[in-house]
């Protein structure tokens, strides 16, 4: 998705006190070869990260490939940190392979269990409205793109799952304020 795609929540993490600066890559043509290296770059003068989708699976990449880079804490939105099934379902459809570009191992892989310095946490939705439902096999809980159990992936400092599809996790009044909660304390806020 573009970077604009991240403006709503851009702005409500600066409504909450944040200075926040938009990263963007082409998942197609570039993939994460050439978007983590210029992430890494973006990072070293000491950042947060709130990352959408394949980004949070560039940003630990960044981060396992750099581990000195200062970065305390990381907030994925539906990233199928543990490798995606609907990806490895468009793979195996050779209409829609190239519709992952270069991306397409890192989503269909996944990253290693975490175990690096920064805090990670992950935001998961549960609305099932989106195509991954008809290219994966998500029969457990989803985000219609990205199953819940995807996001899961281990040495997480948390895990919070809220009502949104994989895209509407963006325009989410209550994942920018799981988000702004664990930037600010490395915990979710979590309910009954």
């Not at 990806?87 to 990253?111: P, V």
Request: glycine share 12%; with cysteine.
């Amino acid at each position: 998705m573009p970077r604009v795609s991240m403006l709503p929540l851009a702005r409500r993490l600066q409504r909450a006190g944040f200075a926040p600066r938009l990263f963007g890559y082409s998942t197609v043509a570039g993939g994460p070869e050439a978007a983590v290296p210029r992430l890494a770059a973006m990072l070293r003068d000491g950042a947060d990260v709130v990352a959408h989708s394949l980004g949070g699976l560039v940003t630990l990449t960044a981060l396992q490939r750099e581990p000195g880079l200062p970065v305390q804490r990381v907030v994925c939105l539906g990233s199928p940190l543990c490798g995606s099934a609907a990806a490895k379902g468009l793979s195996a459809r050779h209409a829609f392979a190239a519709t992952l570009g270069r991306s397409a191992d890192l989503l269909r892989s996944g990253c290693q269990p975490w175990d690096g310095e920064a805090q990670v946490g992950v935001v998961a939705g549960r609305t099932p409205l989106g195509l991954g439902q008809f290219f994966g096999s998500l029969r457990d809980v989803s985000d219609g793109t990205v199953a819940v159990a995807e996001t899961r992936l281990a040495g997480l400092a948390d895990h919070v799952v809220v009502p949104a599809s994989h895209s509407g996790l963006l325009l989410s009044p209550l994942a920018a304020a799981q988000a702004v909660a664990f930037l600010r304390s490395g915990r979710f806020e979590h309910r009954a």
